[in-house]
């Protein structure tokens, strides 16, 4: 029991010191430290109506009307220019959230747009488009 106690003390101090925890710190776990740059391709999909007005997890909240999307990598305010492969159309949206998730990433989605941004791109009954990314800033 003695023993523990020392285990119990010394976890103590290092949380306090912040070796170990919950891994608070003072940039959040999702924001990336570098840019984004280049050009990617893969599958972008769309927001549900339902989460219209829902907050993102930059905070803004979601607006469906608005060319945002969500990505799980570039910082927050990152503008994106997505062209659809299919049909050439482009437009540019601006990050405000993380997505999508994993187990869809694995599934080749790399992106998800409002639904004005994939209305715009003309893949709202297909639901899935391949598309290329440019980071513009």
Do not use: C, Q, W
Request: proline letters at 4%; glycine letters at 10%.
């Amino acid at each position: 029991m003695r023993n523990a106690g020392r285990i119990v003390a010394l976890l103590a101090m290092f949380m306090g010191a912040g070796l170990v925890g919950a891994g608070a710190s003072s940039r959040a776990a999702d924001e990336p430290s570098i840019a984004p740059s280049g050009v990617r391709e893969g599958l972008a999909s769309y927001y549900a109506r339902s989460l219209d007005g829902k907050r993102t997890a930059s905070g803004v909240p979601f607006d469906n009307d608005a060319f945002v999307a969500a990505h799980p990598t570039y910082p927050f305010g990152t503008r994106v220019r997505v062209t659809n492969l299919r049909n050439r159309r482009s437009v540019t949206v601006r990050v405000i959230d993380r997505g999508p998730t994993s187990a869809v990433r694995r599934r080749g989605v790399i992106i998800d747009l409002s639904r004005a941004a994939a209305d715009a791109l003309g893949f709202l009954k297909a639901g899935r488009t391949r598309v290329r990314l440019e980071v513009l800033d």
